[in-house]
């Protein structure tokens, strides 16, 4: 079983960036898709982004496209996120989540995921 956590929240204005990290411990990286999917106050878990397995295969919510990029560092056993051209909209508790899966598969429903770290806090001022 794979335990994650992640860092990297903060507060941050409008039109700036933050990168976020997700460290996993217990089973390597590679075993699973792994994803980022934030919690608005009231709204429902939404996916954000997600990557394969073999780290070719890369899906984002239409509203991140080109402002949002994930990747892993098997070396580091670390998924992250980088967000860039932040807006107040992007407001939320950020989860990194993973799932077994294929080689090829990415993961875009939140319950398609098995294991999820704490969260962290991002806040965007406008």
């Known amino acids: 079983q794979v335990q994650l956590v992640e860092s990297g929240g903060g507060l941050v204005q409008a039109g700036g960036s933050l990168r976020l990290s997700c460290a996993a411990s217990?089973?390597?990286?590679?075993?699973?898709?792994m994803g980022w999917l934030r919690q608005a106050p009231g709204n429902e878990r939404e996916f954000v982004a997600g990557?394969?397995?073999?780290?070719?295969?890369?899906l984002y919510v239409d509203s991140v496209k080109g402002r949002f990029t994930i990747s892993t560092d098997s070396a580091k056993n670390t998924v992250y996120l980088q967000m860039n051209s932040l807006k107040p909209e992007d407001t939320a508790v950020y989860y990194c989540?993973?799932?077994?899966?294929?080689?090829?598969?990415?993961?875009?429903?939140?319950?398609?995921?098995?294991?999820w770290g704490q969260g962290t806090q991002v806040t965007v001022s406008s």
């Open positions: 989540a993973a799932a077994p899966s294929s080689y090829w598969v990415v993961f875009t429903t939140p319950s398609q995921y098995d294991f």
């Open positions: 990557i394969s397995r073999s780290g070719d295969n890369t």
């Open positions: 217990g089973r390597t990286l590679s075993r699973y898709g």
